[in-house]
């Protein structure tokens, strides 16, 4: 099988970030991970290709240069290739969508193409539906559960209160992940070794024919929102202070 | 003239409470509004619907949720209407069908705001898990925007006459994307993205029979029950009951942490929620700088006490 997983970088889940220039996240200092849902791609995309013989995966990321970072950790835990579209501009989705779809057909026909169901930096969570459109391939995104046989892909997404849908897609498909599909392996020493020599495929989005459209949004500002006040903790023996807090709650507060 | 078009989801034959904030939003704005429902039942809605000049009801698309045929039936219907706005609530549902139309009909799409301009046509919403808030100018023919539930007013303002009821045909298309069945959630459970009051648990509480006691505590309450991430992955919750920035964002009026250290990843997805409680046993966590009211204290001891003073409160 060919398959592709798009994964992205992106700070730190830890981290805490600033504003530089009214509109930037403030980069020194800070450190970049794959973004956690891409991991459940990576994942299922290294389990599909171990249980089908002669398979590929291969990772894509858009991002700048710093983004190497990911598709090396990507390759570590068993991808065996990797597409960088390097660019520093901050493409809207349905550029990103354009290029991860050059990119993948810069590779061949695809059997599957996975993806996060949401990047945890600008938390979108539309990417793997805007790439299907794209590529004119059927898709579901948020998926917990997932079997892939005689190509047709079976998958369930978690809708409401539990509830869940069953969904069923011929191959080639797009699927997004979300935790609960797997638990992502991590790195291997040897994998680290070998992740070292693979080469990147780079291209710029210009190499990739994707024009620069007007984006379809335009970011004006990022800001720290503010903090609220820090809370008391009500203090005296447990029942006093349980009448307390619902007093507190019914009368200051006024949410009860 | 251009028009707005709100897409509303239904429940019990009523539009949802986070459709209504939508749709308030889109009476507050500069251009008439037309709603859309894809609820087999939704030609009733009209009679409450005053104000709005238009209710485009959509028939033949199935009683279950097909994205493909959704998608295509709106993207005509935006088409066909000239429609350069469209809104609705950040649901389970517009996470899958906006993404998919606004690729269709190549878009500016805004999800999960917390703040939309219709004049100016920009929108605020959180980025890095809430640590940042971004400020968004749409730039594209059509511009769609979903709704982070319990942030707009849900008031809807009195208007004149019903609206007149348009039916529309489902769109003509296959499903590629195949919706074979839908299985039922455990039945009365309040969805956290959505609900007004939550009541979590996260270690603390120590294994999956203490749940129960959080859900006595919910039920008084009306609340839905949250877990943070290590308590789902000990296996004392399930996945879809996480908070935080690899589960749910939520955004109630009362946000109740119990046994929950208040960990930056856990933060982030409830942390504006109106009033945050706390009951922890150590004075130390970080989910007392956090919490507008904590209590220090052993939840065996404090959640039963709280429901049974909440009981006499509010009856
Ligand atoms: C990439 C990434 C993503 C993550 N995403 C999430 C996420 O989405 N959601 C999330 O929640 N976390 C997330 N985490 C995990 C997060 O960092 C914390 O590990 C987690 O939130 C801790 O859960 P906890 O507070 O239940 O457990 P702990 O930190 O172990 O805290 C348990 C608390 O219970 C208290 N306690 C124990 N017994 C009692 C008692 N009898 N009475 C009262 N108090 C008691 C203790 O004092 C302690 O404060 C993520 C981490 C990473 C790295
Ligand atoms: N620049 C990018 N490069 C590669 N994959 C991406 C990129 N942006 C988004 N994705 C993928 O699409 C998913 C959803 O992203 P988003 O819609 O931006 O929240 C992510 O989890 C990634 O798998």
Known sequence: ?256 | MSRTLVFVETQDGKIKKASREALALALSGPVPVAVVTFAEDGADLAAGLSGVPTLFHVTGAGDIYQPDIHAATLENLIRENGIKTVVAAHSARSRDLFPRVAARVKAGLVTDCVAVNLEEMCAVKPVYSGKLLARIKVNAGVNLFTLRPNVFPAEIPEGKGIPEVVAVSAADVPARCRVVEVAAGAAGRVDLTEAAVIVSGGRGIKNKENFALLQELADVLNAGVGASRAAVDAEFAEYNMQVGQTGKVVNPKLYVACGISGAIQHFVGMKTSKVIVAINKDPEAPIFKKADYGIVGDLFEIVPLLKAELEKALN
């Open chain 1, 1 to 256: 099988m060919n398959i592709f997983v798009c994964i992205k970088q992106v700070p730190d889940t830890e981290a805490s970030l600033s504003v530089e220039g009214g509109r930037k996240v403030r980069e020194s200092g800070l450190k970049w991970v794959i973004s956690p849902y891409d991991e459940y791609a990576l994942e299922a995309a290294i389990q599909l290709k171990e249980k089908t013989a002669g398979s590929t995966v291969t990772a894509i990321t858009v991002g700048p240069a710093r983004a190497d970072g990911v598709l090396r950790t990507a390759l570590a835990m068993g991808a065996t290739a990797a597409v960088h579209v390097e660019t520093d501009s901050e493409l809207d989705h349905h550029a990103i969508a354009a290029c991860l779809a050059a990119a993948v057909r810069s590779c061949g026909e695809p059997d599957i193409i996975l993806a996060g169901k949401q990047a945890i930096d600008v938390d979108a969570g539309v990417l793997p539906l805007f790439l299907a459109q794209v590529m004119d391939l059927p898709a579901a995104s948020g998926v917990i559960a997932m079997e892939v046989t005689d190509g047709l892909a079976k998958v369930e997404r978690e809708i409401e209160g539990g509830a869940r849908e069953r969904i069923e897609m011929a191959l080639p498909c797009v699927i997004g992940a979300t935790k609960g599909l797997n638990t992502p392996r991590y790195p291997s020493l040897m994998g680290i070794m070998k992740a070292k020599k693979v080469e990147v495929k780079k291209f710029t989005p210009a190499e990739l024919n994707v024009e620069s459209l007007e984006p379809a949004l335009l970011l004006e500002s990022l800001s720290v929102p503010e903090e609220k006040a820090p809370g008391r903790v009500i203090e005296g023996e447990p029942a006093d202070a349980v009448r307390e807090l619902v007093r507190l709650l019914r009368d200051e507060a006024k949410v009860l």
